[in-house]
């Protein structure tokens, strides 16, 4: 195949902090301790009451404190999904050594991508069910400004005071993963020298657990909980829902060394691409999840022989399973079978606009420590998996140099990046 794009210029962009919030942990350090050691933080759901619902069960953060960044007043007029978002910038900033609240030249040379699939979804459903139960006069007045999908986005402007480019993705599961990818573009092309970016998502409510249950999507494993999000087992029947948010501080390599940062990771390539097939299945023989990767690698200047880690998006849909296990056998070729294979969604579920960001910064993780997290619940594979690296039950170390993200959404849309494990310039 002949090259479309060349290697990334002069401009190289690194990864100097990371922050998450997931349903093992509220942190990256405890969260990737967990997935490590194959613990689960899928339970029957305790938020609300969910005894009429067909899935019971969800990833939930529930120890994620939005009082360490927000105070009394401003958590009632902050919808969850925000709150989660400035939660993992909040250790992100710290882990790269920057200041919590940026000023003067700093704060103008950075900016936020902040990717999300339904941004203020708990405050949008509860304020239609205020507006139909006790009329418009009892509609909040910070329903709009709190709810709209760019808040997580613009609340870490106006939390941490980035002056820089701000925006937000919104492509449903790939979100994250599209929010990191233009924000290293942006770093790229002049428009920035760091960049806040990553994935936030809080769905877990009544009314979308229904809306994904009647479409048949969710796992119905409700007296199991933990056993219920099974990617690439035979035995899947849907995704768990899950919330969580994950932010990673992408930095201009010379930027970075200037100010004597501890250096992760180097984003090597982006690469994104349409489905152009069904609003919810993907393309057969996953023909758009190639394209993005093969995008990726080719901007990096990476083969896929020298990929030796893939944190796949498997969501433990059947579909859509076994056509991204297609997907990796046709970019991989013969290099497939010595590559490992991770699916951390066994272990947290589902999360969405969130999942993409979450996924990279284990994968960087996974670099930095030279282990593959394990992908739970995986007891009978997929027959697509026939002779790949999975990972099943248990992590195993090995060294890590490359590793490949992958991150789906609804109506098609992919997004793939690329990371190398850094060793110095």
């Not at 139909?132 to 808040?151: L, Y």
């Not at 986005?153 to 990818?181: D, K, V």
């Not at 969501?315 to 079978?337: C, F, I, K, Q």
């Not at 039950?393 to 959404?409: E, H, K, T």
Request: proline share 6%; with cysteine; hydrophobic share 45%.
């Amino acid at each position: 195949m002949p090259e479309i794009f060349a290697p990334a210029g002069a401009r190289r962009v690194v990864v100097t902090g990371m922050g998450a919030i997931t349903p093992l942990a509220a942190g990256l350090p405890d969260s990737w301790r967990a997935l490590v050691e194959g613990r689960s933080g899928i339970r029957a759901i305790r938020s609300f009451d969910a005894a009429a619902l067909a899935s019971r069960i969800a990833g939930e953060s529930l120890d994620a404190d939005p009082g360490r960044v927000l105070d009394r007043k401003e958590i009632k007029r902050t919808d969850r999904c925000t709150q989660l978002a400035l939660l993992a910038t909040q250790e992100a900033l710290a882990d790269a050594g920057l200041p919590e609240r940026l000023e003067g030249r700093l704060a103008e040379e950075t900016g936020v991508v902040m990717g999300t699939g339904f941004g203020g979804a708990a405050t949008v459903a509860d304020q239609i069910a205020t507006f139909v139960e006790r009329g418009p006069d009892r509609v909040s007045p910070f329903f709009i400004a709190t709810a709209i999908a760019n808040i997580p986005a613009g609340q870490i402007g106006i939390t941490f005071g980035p002056l820089g480019p701000n925006l937000a993705t919104l492509s449903a599961c790939a979100s994250g993963g599209h929010a990191i990818g233009e924000a290293a573009e942006m770093i790229r092309r002049g428009d920035a020298e760091v960049m806040l970016a990553g994935g936030a998502e809080a769905a877990v409510h009544p009314v979308f657990i229904a809306g994904f249950a009647a479409m048949r999507a969710l796992s119905t494993r409700n007296d199991d909980p933990q056993a219920a999000s099974r990617p690439f087992d035979r035995g899947r029947d849907g995704f768990v829902a899950a919330e969580g948010s994950a932010t990673i501080v992408l930095e201009e390599l010379g930027h970075a060394e200037r100010r004597g940062a501890r250096i992760l990771a180097e984003l090597l390539g982006y690469g994104a691409s349409a489905d152009a097939y069904r609003l919810t299945l993907p393309a057969p023989g996953g023909t758009g999840a190639v394209r993005a990767s093969r995008r990726a690698l080719e901007k990096g200047g990476v083969t896929p022989a020298e990929v030796d880690h893939v944190s796949a998006h498997a969501t433990s849909t059947p579909e859509g399973d076994s056509t991204e296990l297609d997907a990796l056998r046709t970019l991989l070729g013969d290099h497939a079978p010595g590559v490992s294979i991770a699916a951390i969604k066994g272990a947290i579920g589902h999360t969405l606009g969130a999942a993409g960001a979450i996924a990279a910064a284990m994968a960087i993780c996974a670099l930095r420590d030279g282990c593959s997290p394990p992908i739970l619940n995986l007891n009978d594979p997929d027959p697509a998996g026939e002779g790949l690296d999975l990972t099943p039950l248990v992590a195993r170390r090995r060294p890590l140099n490359v590793a490949l993200v992958n991150a789906f959404g609804f109506g098609g849309q992919n997004a793939a990046l690329v990371f190398r494990r850094w060793s110095g310039s």
